[in-house]
């Protein structure tokens, strides 16, 4: 039993949202949907659950609009691209927020300064998705029926290791790498868009492998590593050998869809233990 009654959804992209939306209500809690301005389609959740739009840089119309709505419990899901400093437009609130930090913090860092701010100055609590979707996480080991083939636990173990130097600069959750050579990293483009440009530079032989995993230090709390069909699709099509995600720090979407879809396309799904985190 979830230990609220009334729940916010600070929406993204995707239907990630309106999957712990049915949840919630099918647990008995109150939802309403606070849809991010221009990250997010509000007509996605029309006749379905009460909406509002927000807008990213007015944080104190929003945090007076969540009050005014009686909700203190809030979790924040679906994908967002950050926004420039022009396109953000910071009220004054954001700015006590983020402050000078703005455009120093990698986007984990800025999550943790707002969910930090909003529990410890403004009395919300900020909840993992997992506590609604709580069999959302993979488990460990292989997901698919196909197993890792032979001579790519190379290309897996050097992606992690790129992963853990990226991970103090703050920069991606996943890197592609094929043969002993990194085909691409993850930044601003998000994952879609680095498995289409790394397809355009695979080479011959056993396909790239998308190693995608959480920071130690990363929040759970927000922006955990996310894959789904839509993701295995577009690795088959760019003729990857399989994808390697984290058990427990990170979300796969649709489960029995995504790992269907992966047996169907002949990638390999698999979940590394705790014990491989990246630092």
Not at 91 to 109: E, F, H, N, R
Not at 239 to 264: C, H, M, N, P, Y
Request: hydrophobic letters at 45%; one cysteine or more; charged letters at 25%.
């Amino acid at each position: 039993m979830v230990p609220f009654e009334k729940l916010g959804i600070v929406a993204g992209r995707g239907d990630l949202p309106l999957k712990l939306a049915d949840r919630a209500k099918s647990m008995g809690v109150d939802v309403t949907i606070l849809v991010i301005k221009d990250q997010a389609d509000p007509a996605l959740y029309e006749g379905l659950y009460p909406h509002h739009v927000i807008r990213m840089g007015a944080a104190q119309a929003s945090i007076d609009l969540v009050r005014s709505l009686g909700i203190r419990d809030l979790v924040f899901v679906g994908a967002v691209n950050r926004p420039s400093l022009f396109e953000l437009r910071p009220d004054k609130k954001a700015l006590t927020i983020v402050g000078s930090s703005l455009l120093k913090l990698g986007d984990d860092g800025l999550l943790r300064s707002v969910i930090n701010f909003l529990e410890e100055k403004e009395g919300l609590f900020v909840h993992p998705i997992h506590t609604i979707l709580d069999d959302i996480m993979p488990e460990t080991g292989q997901l698919g029926t196909h197993a890792v083939p032979d001579g790519t636990q190379a290309d897996i173990e050097k992606g992690r290791a790129v992963l853990t130097a990226m991970a103090s600069l703050d920069i991606g959750q996943a890197v592609v790498m094929q043969n002993g050579v990194v085909l691409g990293v993850e930044a601003a483009e998000g994952t879609d868009a680095l498995i289409m440009r790394c397809g355009e530079l695979r080479r011959d032989g056993q396909g790239p492998v998308l190693v995608k995993l959480s920071k130690r230090q990363q929040t759970e709390r927000a922006d955990l590593p996310t894959i789904g069909p839509d993701t295995v699709t577009a690795a088959a099509k760019a003729g990857f050998s399989g994808i390697v995600i984290q058990a427990g720090r990170s979300l796969l979407v649709s489960k029995a869809e995504t790992i269907a879809t992966a047996d169907k396309a002949g990638l390999f799904l698999l979940a590394v233990t705790d014990s491989e985190d990246v630092s």
